[in-house]
T-cell receptor, first 111, second 113 residues
Framework: DAGVIQSPRHEVTEMGQEVTLRCKPI?????LFWYRQTMMRGLELLIY????????DSGMPEDRFSAKMPNASFSTLKIQPSEPRDSAVYFC?????????FGPGTRLTVL | ELKVEQNPLFLSMQEGKNYTIYCNYS?????LYWYRQDPGKSLESLFV?????AVKQEGRLMASLDTKARLSTLHITAAVHDLSATYFC?????????????FGKGTKLTVNP
């Protein structure tokens, strides 16, 4: 298995633009998590899905952030409009039997 | 609100020495995880501890869980340079992992020759 796949790996955009991050979980995993990592705030859980259904989105910073999981093999995290403070590494993880498998991350820079 | 505290946050040690990283958490949980992150890389799962008294070992690393004390330890035996990384613990709130995971701030370990 290729593991969790995220795209793009790097994204540089300007303030006010829409950003869409993509994630393909490992086949057969029924939970998917989106995290954000910064030096200042560490690793934060933004939202997680179980069987494609959002379970807890209390970590989503504000209405500019939205996440979807239309099927078991694909999820998106969208930021609209983006702001410089959104600059971070965004990780997607999927889980099976209590073990989370993290993707390589997307490094987002908002200028 | 579940809080997870790791200490120390920074650890510099010499090869061959032993040391312990501590992870305390504030509310009842029976699920604790340890991860490793190399600089610029993603997180890799090391251990999953699911019950009081659970102990797991992999190479020079051993993790244990005391749910009554709300404490997990990650013990490093005879450290080698390859163990240099940041180590995170994470805790699922609630019983049976019913609530979302919360991560500690991480312990940056540097092993010097």
């Amino acid at each position: 298995d290729a593991g969790v796949i995220q795209s793009p790996r790097h994204e540089v955009t300007e303030m006010g633009q829409e950003v869409t991050l993509r994630c393909k979980p490992i086949s057969g995993h029924n939970s998917l998590f989106w995290y954000r990592q910064t030096m200042m705030r560490g690793l934060e859980l933004l939202i997680y899905f179980n069987n494609n259904v959002p379970i807890d989105d209390s970590g989503m910073p504000e209405d500019r952030f939205s996440a979807k999981m239309p099927n078991a093999s694909f999820s998106t995290l969208k930021i609209q409009p983006s702001e410089p403070r959104d600059s971070a590494v965004y990780f997607c993880a999927s889980s099976h039997r209590d073990t989370q498998y993290f993707g390589p991350g997307t490094r987002l820079t908002v200028l | 609100e579940l809080k997870v505290e790791q200490n120390p946050l920074f650890l510099s040690m010499q090869e061959g020495k032993n040391y312990t990283i501590y992870c305390n958490y504030s509310t009842t949980s029976d699920r604790l995880y340890w991860y490793r992150q190399d600089p610029g890389k993603s997180l890799e799962s090391l251990f999953v501890l699911l019950s009081n008294g659970a102990v797991k070992q992999e190479g020079r690393l051993m993790a244990s869980l005391d749910t009554k004390a709300r404490l997990s330890t990650l013990h490093i035996t005879a450290a080698v340079h390859d163990l240099s990384a940041t180590y995170f613990c994470a805790v699922d709130g609630g019983q049976g992992g019913s609530e979302k995971p919360v991560f500690g701030k991480g312990t940056k370990l540097t092993v010097n020759p």
